[in-house]
């Protein structure tokens, strides 16, 4: 029988009792930011459930002040275990069968707050914030628009998962509008480079992996414990402004194309909640070296979505459906890669997938596939795009399909607005 909360949750919910995702609100606008899980339309508090005494395990009943915190790194950095002591416990407290909430009217309406009365703010402190480029699909067609259909993947990227670290200071939650970034261009002929708005704002599907706990400086994380590691994943927008990325990145990658904005949505979903939608990842050839090669490789068949709604439009087009499952490098590898030359990870760091593409146009993940670079406008039933233009809001969306329930992350959205005078 499957599990069942005594909370109504509709079926084409992203938060039902499987799910349990964390993320950080404040119920009125004057309270303290504090962690909560959702379930179905509502935030369970988890502060009121610490302070009655309701995390009563073995590691959580000693360490259950986490929950008092305004973020949960200090729940990150507590590991797998306390992890899943915790989701055990909000498991059983919110069955159908287990009485103590349930029963308890009084703590019922001070931990259970409506989802659509609070504010969400960004789960964690994100102390770095790096920026993985792991689709090949992706990075087949991106080669193939700058450097032709000859070779199209550099030779090294069948070898290690490529990466940048970008800027964690500029990464939002969902709903927060982005700016259009100034910066340069490519020169027409001799002429001065470009400098003015981007002209070629652009949108790119992502998710990220949420670190929990880290490592000692100089001692790397192998592959096949690299799990322990990832708390779970968000989606991700890394929003790119293409031609300020193209005339910069030479020769030392993204910088200001990137670094204007990153949005994530505000539930992190656990990989223990994942675990049931695991799937087998792709065959990697070459074989990867060593400390790459996994006992066990798996994606997640997590399925994406993009929608843009113009300026002025009443309705969303969906522009893109992909899934996590195309990935060529994963998680684990990506974050064991990170590690090898001793690079130490800390609670609540960020790493980003890169675009999720798949071998379809109609999953390409961002503009520059869909329009080629601009050279194939994109119909949005009636108005048409090469890149973003003001006014423009894109929503990224995901979520498992489970027997009779989804688990999901909500909306990762952002709206564009003109840049500052």
Partial sequence: MSLKSFIEVHPES????QNLPYGVFKPQPSSSP????AIGDYVLDLSEIASAGLFDGPILKNSSDCFLEPNLNKFLALGRPAWKEARSSLQKL???TEPTLRDNANLRQKALVPLDKVELLL???IGDYTDFFSSMHHAKNCGTIFRGPENPIPANWFHLPIAYHGRASSIVISGTDIIRPRGQGHPAGKASPYFGPSLKLDYELEMAAVVGTGNE???PVDVNEAADHIFGLVLMNDWSARDIQAWEYVPLGPFLGKSFGTTISPWIVTLDALEPFSCDAPKQ???PLPYLAEKISKNYDISLEVQIKPAGAKDSTVITRSNFNHLYWTLTQQLAHHTINGCNLRPGDLFGTGTISGPEPESYGCLLELTWNGQKPLSLNGPSRKFLEDGD????TGHCK???YNVGFGKCSGKIVPPHP
């Fill in 14 to 17: 992203h938060f039902p009792i």
């Fill in 34 to 37: 504090r962690p909560g899980v």
């Fill in 94 to 96: 919110l069955s159908a």
């Fill in 123 to 125: 789960p964690i402190v």
């Fill in 217 to 219: 400086l100089g001692k």
């Fill in 285 to 287: 050839d070459p074989q």
């Fill in 393 to 396: 809001e894109v929503t990224i």
């Fill in 402 to 404: 489970g027997n009779g």
